[in-house]
T-cell receptor, first 111, second 112 residues
């Protein structure tokens, strides 16, 4: 699976959009980008995933660059409850047992 | 919403004890997984199951076994707990090979 690089931490003001970047320059054609988050002492929560098109659901939007070497998770209106560690993962979709979460980005939403 | 429930949030066990961690999912998912999460190591797969009574070893199965007698329930067994098995244990389920996994809230196990 491709390695991902994320900033260790980010701050965001409550009510503003939070944009979390992820670099995955070695991603291959059949690898999907997944985003999970983990609130302290809880299990990871699935947010969104995509292959090459931008995706949106009720939680977030995922923007993948045309060359697929990076992506951005957007939380449109961050709340204090969005404070968590956000993990960007790339994995081959038929390799369902390989979820390496890495270190992630700690998002601090501030009032 | 998918619900994956782990039987305990916190457990403290003694070295050498046999430990059972239970996981139940309510969405009729075929696949279930057990991971452990340790600082700096991410999530590591212990065992997974793709059907009742079927199981496969993950990356770190040593010292663990599993049981899946019913589709909704997947148990992780520590045959003889050791201090290096102190960790956060996470159960997950998914509806197929090509879908995302949904996680339980985790069990923080301390072996003393």
């Amino acid at each position: 699976d491709a390695k991902t690089t994320q900033p260790p931490s980010m701050d965001c003001a409550e009510g503003r959009a939070a944009n979390l970047p992820c670099n995955h320059s070695t991603i291959s054609g059949n690898e999907y980008v997944y985003w999970y988050r983990q609130i302290h002492s809880q299990g990871p929560q699935y947010i969104i995933h995509g292959l090459k098109n931008n995706e949106t659901n009720e939680m977030a939007s995922l923007i993948i660059t045309e060359d697929r070497k990076s992506s951005t998770l957007i939380l449109p209106h961050a709340t204090l409850r969005d404070t968590a560690v956000y993990y960007c993962i790339v994995r081959v979709r038929d390799n369902f047992n390989k979820f390496y979460f890495g270190s992630g980005t700690k998002l601090n939403v501030k009032p | 919403d998918v619900k994956v429930t782990q039987s305990s949030r916190y457990l403290v066990k003694r070295t050498g004890e046999k430990v059972f961690l239970e996981c139940v999912q309510d969405m009729d998912h075929e696949n279930m997984f057990w991971y452990r999460q340790d600082p700096g190591l991410g999530l590591r797969l212990i065992y997974f199951s793709y059907d009742v009574k079927m199981k496969e070893k993950g990356d770190i199965p040593e010292g663990y076994s599993v049981s899946r007698e019913k589709k909704e329930r997947f148990s992780l067994i520590l045959e003889s707990a050791s201090t290096n098995q102190t960790s956060m244990y996470l159960c997950a389920s998914s509806s197929g090979i090509y879908t995302e996994a949904f996680f339980g809230q985790g069990t923080r196990l301390t072996v003393v």
